[in-house]
């Protein structure tokens, strides 16, 4: 048994496929060896992942007072092109802000549900892809700043889409892309103040995730209004839980709930990988 504060998944992308691990206090459980096993979860209450509240979780794994205070959930992070720390100009925490958008970012374009284009830190890849369940990627861009990122993303948005259909994405539904062709074309649409940051076109990276059945009607679980949840895990992919029965769990949006697990009832000890797509 397991009981702790939810936090996105970690992973580790291998030969075989992306490894899921969820952090708890003293341990980690590798998800993966989980698959084939009966999971009950059960919702013990909330924790700021910040300042530690046991007040309901407001957004981002955040009590409401944090979400409005802390750097980490400042405009600039879900829109790049609002970062300023390259002026010198404060958000919320200016030392904070110039750690995080000054350093390299990447551009990129991502297969899941979809194509699409996206914006995160080097040093997050693949992690950034592997969490919204892309299949394949490439990038476009590498710049030293967030902001630039922003600028190219802002652009790129007239001719690609910048969301991902969970849904789609869970049940494996992708469109064929030729990826060369969508390379050109983002490269042709490009802003003149990012052009001197292309990268070179490259094959794209293929991503295996552990499924071993894709829900065809997905069915969300909102653990607190449910508080327990029990069911077999076939599969993960993105920050989701996949269970037998078609429901699906979203780690990274339940961040915050203080959660028991247990594992039991295994039907199998192997762990299967789709190709990547």
Not at 198 to 210: D, K, L, M, S
Request: aromatic share 12%; hydrophobic share 40%.
């Amino acid at each position: 048994m397991f009981e702790g504060v939810l936090i996105k998944m970690r992973t580790a992308l291998e030969a075989n496929g992306v490894h899921y691990y969820l952090k708890f206090p003293t341990d980690f459980l590798h998800l993966n060896n989980c698959i084939n096993q009966q999971l009950t979860l059960s919702f013990k209450g909330y924790e700021c992942l910040s300042c530690g509240s046991t007040a309901e979780t407001f957004r981002q794994g955040f009590c409401r007072k944090c979400f409005f205070e802390q750097p980490q959930a400042g405009d600039w992070v879900m829109r790049p092109e609002l970062s300023q720390a390259h002026l010198g100009i404060e958000d919320r925490d200016l030392a904070f802000e110039q750690k995080v958008q000054l350093q390299p970012h990447w551009v990129y374009l991502a297969l899941s549900s979809h194509l699409k284009v996206g914006v995160t830190r080097k040093a997050q890849i693949p992690t950034r892809w592997i969490d919204q369940g892309a299949h394949q990627a490439i990038p476009l861009l590498e710049v030293p700043n967030r902001y630039l990122a922003g600028v190219a993303e802002v652009a790129l948005k007239a001719h690609f889409s910048d969301k991902t259909n969970w849904r789609k994405m869970l049940q494996n539904e992708a469109e064929a892309v030729d990826f060369e062709q969508a390379y050109t074309l983002a490269v042709d649409h490009l802003p003149a103040e990012v052009t001197d940051y292309i990268v070179p076109y490259q094959e794209p990276q293929n991503i295996g995730f552990p499924v071993q059945q894709y829900p065809q009607k997905v069915k969300s679980l909102n653990l607190v209004k449910s508080q327990q949840y029990q069911g077999v895990l076939k599969g993960i992919k993105g920050q989701y839980l996949i269970f037998e029965d078609q429901t699906v769990f979203n780690i990274r949006s339940n961040e915050g709930l203080v959660v028991e697990f247990s594992v039991g009832g295994s039907s199998s000890t192997e762990i299967p990988f789709d190709s990547a797509s």
